[in-house]
């Protein structure tokens, strides 16, 4: 029997993670052909059908669902490799954790979680991303752990930490600025920035709800794809929008934060882990975002616990 190639468990991890082939070629930027290929011959050679065809969508067989964990695991310590390789000269060669975030987190929660002693043993390596891409990056087993806006259940390899409510971001001398709180009603008739739906549409669905319950129109002036391109242009006076209360807790040039009245702790941040969670990290690292949000009031007593 020839041997198991990366390639080939690359291949079928895409696949089971999009039940397509068609899918999985696009996201590996191939030709359906060669990756139809490559799990044909991993099945030839494992002596098991992996997926049952049909339909436009594939189904994984129980062979698949007990090879998926150990196809990431493989593929995470052979691209571990080089790293190892690179620190063989050191006393004592690091561990890497490679981590993913949605941008709202690099100036609040992500910054405490590095330093705590959850990520201790690990050198860390971080990138982000959308709440979409982080996803498929941690279930093909690119990332170690993704820190995403998603209401996915919870799972034994993902947990919402926390929900958070929504506060006002307006330019500081925008005349809802001099208000405490500030009801949906009242932003009616100022443009919205909001993030763009195909990008965030958590965010974007959670904004908009919010306008619609109270039977506001929406204004919307821009759509961008990250908090700081929205708070840049709402301190320029050219919209204003809503953010979540993670990010009023350092102060932006030029914006003022403002409670949204009747805001509900609706906005979550989930931690989402690689097949069978090598590291042990969702438990800890869900439990240390929620004492970060308790310690910063996002949350209510009780949740905290």
């Avoid at 590996?28 to 052909?33: C, E, K």
């Avoid at 080089?82 to 690091?94: C, M, T, Y």
């Amino acid at each position: 029997m020839s041997e198991i190639s990366l390639k080939q468990l690359r291949c079928f991890v895409a696949v089971y993670t999009e039940r397509s082939f068609t899918r999985a070629a696009k996201r590996l930027g191939l030709a359906q052909s060669p990756v139809s290929q490559a799990v044909a011959a991993l099945e030839a050679q494992l002596g098991v059908a992996l997926f049952e065809r049909g339909g436009r969508d594939v189904l994984p067989t129980p062979a698949a669902d007990a090879l998926y964990p150990e196809a990431v695991e493989i593929r995470r310590r052979a691209e571990g490799l080089l790293h190892l390789v690179s620190s063989a000269s050191e006393a004592r060669a690091s561990r890497v954790l490679r981590i993913g975030s949605v941008s709202s987190l690099f100036s609040s929660a992500l910054p405490a979680l590095v330093r705590s002693t959850t990520l201790g043993p690990y050198t860390v390596n971080v990138v982000d991303g959308s709440t979409a891409d982080l996803t498929r990056a941690v279930d093909d087993g690119d990332l170690d752990v993704a820190l995403l806006r998603d209401l996915s259940p919870d799972s034994d390899r993902h947990v919402v930490a926390f929900r958070e409510r929504l506060v006002v971001a307006v330019a500081t001398d925008h005349p809802l600025a001099d208000q405490d709180i500030v009801s949906p009603d009242e932003l009616r008739d100022h443009p919205l920035v909001l993030f763009d739906r195909g990008r965030a549409p958590l965010a974007f669905d959670l904004t908009a709800g919010a306008f619609l319950r109270s039977g506001s129109p929406l204004r919307i002036a821009s759509r961008v794809t990250s908090e700081q391109a929205m708070l840049g242009l709402v301190s320029s006076g050219l919209g204003v929008t809503l953010v979540p209360q993670s990010l009023a807790i350092r102060p932006w040039p030029g914006v003022a934060f403002r409670e949204l009245r009747d805001a509900e702790h609706s906005y979550p941040l989930a931690v989402r882990v690689t097949a069978g969670d090598p590291h042990g990290l969702l438990d800890p690292i869900g439990v240390e975002l929620r004492a970060w949000a308790a310690a910063h009031a996002l949350i209510p007593h009780a949740e905290s616990a």
